[in-house]
């Protein structure tokens, strides 16, 4: 076995020459709208997989789709010697929805490319991060004449609504999917120019709530003062989760939580964390909120939250319509940190809106998808040279942070499969991931591009 | 001036002639999706008015529109005699919204009739009750050679919306539209069984809050515990609108409600009021709700209430969508009795929830439409007539009844024409009025057809 000629400069030059091909191809990958929460989008789903498909056939790799037929998860495999370790790479390419899609400045299945970004639905999440494993792979075999490692890729199509079939494809494909390390690019920064690397994962648990009053819409004015409104019971339902400055009034919410060692908590003050950058990041708030014991990353990455998503009640077009709504409904998830079961606490909720039910309404609820929450050791083969690599591309040593959001599927990874993941996502905090306007860093791409072919030729020298 | 021939056995033996061809052309009316409050519908409130007027051409009436060319009020006069005296109907042509559309048993614009009841949105509310009206002097005209009196009707196209354009249609047009009475059929009986005029509406007024946080939807789990989430706020806000027994605890609010005088509580006590078939009216609900210390129709008709139309926040789609959405909104209405400024009750509400505002997010309120509540004295010629003509087509002597609702156009003929109106409504409390599967009782319009007919002869004899 001879080990790969390839150096940091020829992968670099390759990633030059191919460039406008690369952003060209994102942008292609990017129009197809492969929404997986929307039935509608079922075709899209089927496009968005062959897009992949075709990309990883033309680079030599074996192509599958596995799992159910209309969502279905790619997998893809190119092994250059039995002798040399095997990555997996793991991602989705499926994307969040789209609305309010009146705010997007450029329709979201119209990729653009300006300010050093490309703007799209799935531009950073996961659909840019995802293709940027494909280029990093085909840099490689453009530089040298084969892979440095046996490379195994699986991208799902139902990360977005909660990776219904994926612990079942890991099981039924285990030895499969055999391995040595996991490499998962769909994380973020955690600043413009501060390099890190994520050890801390929320978990994730949806549930549905609905208040059903009267069969039907009734006249707020033949029927008002005698009839309880459902909206006005759900207000009250959802108004009794919190305090109002953001403690979850659940009982036992908080139950299992542990408290942050001295080492946590000083590894997580040590973070550059500035309060307008976020605010800003956030949206532009006037204000942060919640848990006041809490630091606002503590409250981010340590700390579960309940969050209501949306409501559906009565009458929302133009003008007015002036009824009391037959029934109206919440879609909530809460997020979850280790020592918790994510099911339980979703239960829990529930269990605690159905008993505060006001006897004038019927209140029924729906526990949903759920996902487990994830702790990665910093001090691991994988992160040191994963950290390396970082450090040699963007010229700076990356910190460990954390995300308050959730990948169910690392967990399913390092459970199942038994292997180490690294969480190497290059996004960008204000990339607007799952809100109008996403947009993927153009330089992050490219850089990151050259990043993942490094990381695999330092995996090959492991072991 | 010779009196008119006509009897109550020719009336009822012309409408049974004619009795297919009125219930066709009902059907054809309610065919007209003439929604006001959606801008889609303009064409098809101009195609409503043009059905109206047609059909009062061909009884020999000289039709006009008033009011805004898209949502246009339809006048007509027929005068028989300087002499005689004169009669103005008031009524609308325009419907309230379908949805949620999926809720009705047959599409809402494609009438049919079952059980005794034609079916479709405006069937008794108040396309129904208007054609009555047209048919009554259809009925008149074929049974003698004149009308007993002078008619002038004044069918507008914006009371579901509140009906914007009336009072200036009112003051613009006043020398045109003197006449002596008015009889407005926009009211329903008691009870299946108990004939009833009204005497009594609550006025209205409409508002918006809007609850916005940050400028674009969060992710809920990289953003999820730091920032404060609109949908919450807002659930917060309406939440301490009432008290968990239903007392609005706006601070003002029932500053100026007067209480009952004994003879109005002892009027109100007398009617058969039953809780369990009220409760079957309102949607089949578990318990009734509201301010413990008044009695149901106490609450309905005399006290105000501050409803809940409508909530629009987040994702309601399929699946979950795990986002902070950057705004929410709730679209809300107030019934307002005697003594109080509707206007000036919305701008109370707005004024409490602005500043209940948190000093996370933005809260903006819009107070919308506002009609003023109506009381009706029940000893007058009018009534008295009106009262026999119900005792003679029913058999049953008339109660005194209120409603919740609320015609603001009512309140504005008395104070801008000063006539007296009768609420002559023939309407049943099942209807379903602004709810799926709305129904006008056939029974009711046939008897509704020969009431007003006998009406007019009653008041012709009047003066």
Known sequence: MSLCPVTSESLAAVIEERWNQFVDELAAFCSIPGV???PAHKVDMERSASFLADGLTRLGFAVEFWGPADHPAVYAEKVSSAERPTVL???????????????????????????????????????????????ALETLLAAGDQ??????????????????????????HRPRLSADWCIVSDTAFFGHDVPSICTRLRGLVTLEVTVTGPDIDLHSGGFGGAVRNPTQALASLLASLHSDSGHVQVPGFYDSVRSLTPAESASLQSLPFSEDVFRKEAGN???????????????????PTCEINGITAGYGGPGSKTIIPSRASAKLSCRVVPEQDPHQLGELVAAFLESNAPPEVRVTTRVGAAGRPVVIAWEQP?????????REVWGK???????GG???????????LGIPCVLFGVGLPDAQIHAPNERFDLGQYKKGIRAIALLLIALSKEE
Chains 1, 2 share one sequence.
């Not at 329709?107 to 799935?122: E, I, K, M, N, Y």
């Not at 195994?152 to 990360?159: D, R, W, Y």
């Not at 994988?382 to 970082?390: D, F, P, Y």
């Not at 959730?406 to 199942?416: D, L, Q, Y």
């Open 382 to 390: 994988l992160l040191v040279a994963a950290r390396a690599v970082m």
């Open 36 to 38: 997986s929460a929307d």
């Open 406 to 416: 959730s990948i169910p599927p690392v967990e399913a990874i390092g459970r199942v």
């Open 397 to 403: 040593e990356p910190v460990e942070s954390g995300t």
């Open 89 to 135: 790479m793991y991602g989705h390419h499926d994307v969040q929805p789209v609305d309010p899609v009146e705010e997007w400045d450029s329709p979201p299945f119209s990729p653009v490319v300006h300010d050093g970004a490309l703007f799209a639905r799935g531009a950073e999440d996961d659909k840019g991060q995802v293709w940027m494993h494909v280029k």
């Open 147 to 172: 892979l440095p490692v046996n490379v195994k890729l699986l991208i799902e199509s139902e990360e977005e609504t909660g990776s219904a079939h994926f612990e079942q494809i890991l099981m039924e």
């Open 285 to 303: 708030i006037p204000a942060l909120w919640g848990e006041p014991d809490f630091s606002p990353l503590e409250r981010l990455w340590t700390r």
